[in-house]
Each structure stands twice: as structure tokens, then as C-alpha cells.
């Protein structure tokens, strides 16, 4: 992998301070320039050396990049990597680390300045933590990182951003936009909501009766809300075809229960014990 002369770095919370620390760590970029919204989440990023330098201005933050890395949510990815294409070096390759794909590829293939080019990309990697004070180094090392090309990519671009995350310690793998949102949506999505929706079902005055099955169920509950808020409602066809098949499942245990069918019951079981330990830990 290349070293890079100066990486920014717009948000550096969990995934952007965790991309910070992994390119010092393995002395992958000479410079890496954190771009933020709050001083005081700058200062941790700088604290825990996930950045060199910092600012809140992206203007500034960009100027001098030969990569820059959008980190924030998908809400945002858009207007910032356009306010980045307008600010650093001409020909400047812009890539995001984004839970959905579809929208933002289809507002930015082929239309930056400059020059500029934007590729999307998403780590499969986090936790309902957040900030960087939560960042780790080798959070990438042995996830998946999946990078969308499309119709206008250029093949050295894709070269680059794969070996941009295979060098953090990522397995890639290409999809298209779509093909990315209608998997999370059931692989990462769906979980989400449907932890979400347990958290809910569960009458505040029960809580001290909750052992440890319902609080790993609903980990993910404990995420952002306003980053989900944006996932959700960027990928909102997939996310209805996904409810639509737990639902079916939901409906199949309720028909059971209902019927007192012990066999059927434990042939739902089974499949889903079969299908849990395939996926491993």
C-alpha cells in the first residue's frame, strides 16, 4: 500500500478516529487531518493520536489531501464530500465510510469538480458506542469492507480504495449500491429495528426482571438515534422488503404457538440454531 502525504478525515467518532489511529499506526500517511463539528471531539481524536492535526473548517481540512474519508452520517455524506470536492487538490479521490449506498452514489457518481471523483465504501465494523473515544486501531482487522463501484469508476480508483482497506486490516468486497442496501438491510438494518422494537415491547416496570438474554438482544437499541433515524430513512424500500420477510418469519412462531404445535415449533428452532451457528462467533 502506498503512503499517503496527508489524509483528512471528515468526522472522526468511532469509525473516522478508528481509520485515524490504523493509518499512524501502521505509518500509512505522513499527515492525517481530522475535520469536525465540536472542539471537544477534535481533542479526543487528537489526544488518543488518531490525528495529527485538526480543525472544523473542511475547507481547510482538505486542502492538502490526497484522500479524503467522509465518516459522517449518511445524512450528511453527501453535502460534505461535495464541500470537499470544492476545497482540496484538483483530481482528489473522495471515498465515505457510509451503512447505505444507493442515494449517496447516485447524487455523486460523475458529477464533483475538479476532477474529483467520489468511490463509496463500508466497513462492517463499529458498535452502539460512539465517538473516539472509542476508536481502536485495529477495529477494521479481519471485517469486511465493502466498496461500490459503478458504470463510471475508474479502474485505479477501485485499486486504491481496496487497498486502502485491505492496509487497515479489512477483507473487501465489491457490490453495487443496490445490491450493498438490499443486504444491510437485512444483515445490519433489520437487527436494529428489530432490537429497537423489543426495547420497546418491554414495560419500564420490568426492568429489574430483565436477565442477560434481553440486554444482548437489544445491545444494538443503544445505538444513535439520529444516526439510525438517517439510515433507515435513506434505505427505505429495502428496509420494507426486510420487515416484510421478519414478519412472515414472526408470523410462523405465531401460528405455532397459537396452534400449540410443539413439532413445528421445534423445527423453527432448529432452523434457526442451524442457521445462528453457521454464522459463528
Not at 436477565?211 to 439510525?228: F, I, V
Request: net charge positive; aromatic share 4%; proline share 4%.
Amino acid at each position: 500500500m502506498r503512503r499517503f502525504e496527508c489524509v483528512a478525515i471528515i468526522g472522526v467518532g468511532l469509525i473516522g478516529g478508528s481509520v485515524g489511529l490504523a493509518l499512524r499506526q501502521r505509518n500509512l500517511a505522513a499527515k492525517v487531518v481530522g475535520v469536525g463539528r465540536r472542539h471537544s471531539s477534535l481533542r479526543v481524536a487528537r489526544r488518543i493520536g488518531a490525528v495529527t492535526t485538526t480543525t472544523i473548517d473542511i475547507a481547510r481540512g482538505v486542502a492538502d489531501a490526497e484522500l479524503v474519508v467522509v465518516c459522517t452520517p449518511v445524512g450528511q455524506i453527501v453535502e460534505h464530500v461535495r464541500q470537499a470536492a470544492a476545497n482540496c487538490p484538483a483530481g482528489t479521490l473522495i471515498t465515505d465510510a457510509g451503512s447505505t449506498k444507493q442515494q449517496i452514489c447516485q447524487q455523486l457518481d460523475g458529477t464533483l469538480p475538479r476532477g474529483c471523483r467520489f468511490l463509496g465504501s463500508h466497513p462492517l465494523a463499529g458498535s452502539e458506542k460512539s465517538g473516539p473515544a472509542h476508536a481502536a486501531a485495529d477495529l477494521f482487522e479481519g471485517r469486511v469492507a465493502i466498496v461500490t463501484p459503478t458504470a463510471n469508476t475508474r479502474a485505479e480508483d477501485f485499486d486504491l480504495i481496496e487497498q486502502f482497506w485491505e492496509s487497515l486490516g479489512s477483507v473487501v468486497i465489491s457490490l453495487s449500491p443496490a445490491e450493498h442496501d438490499r443486504a444491510l438491510a437485512l444483515t445490519s438494518h433489520l437487527p436494529h429495528v428489530l432490537a429497537a422494537a423489543l426495547a420497546l415491547s418491554v414495560p419500564e416496570k420490568l426492568f429489574r426482571l430483565c436477565g442477560t438474554g434481553l440486554l444482548d438482544t437489544t445491545r444494538l437499541a443503544a445505538g444513535d438515534p439520529l444516526l439510525w433515524q438517517q439510515i433507515l430513512v435513506s434505505n427505505r424500500d429495502y428496509m420494507l422488503a426486510a420487515l416484510e420477510q421478519l414478519g412472515q418469519q414472526v408470523e410462523r412462531f405465531r401460528k405455532a404457538i397459537l396452534q400449540s404445535d410443539a413439532q413445528e415449533l421445534l423445527h423453527l428452532l432448529t432452523q434457526a440454531k442451524r442457521a445462528r451457528d453457521a454464522l459463528g462467533s
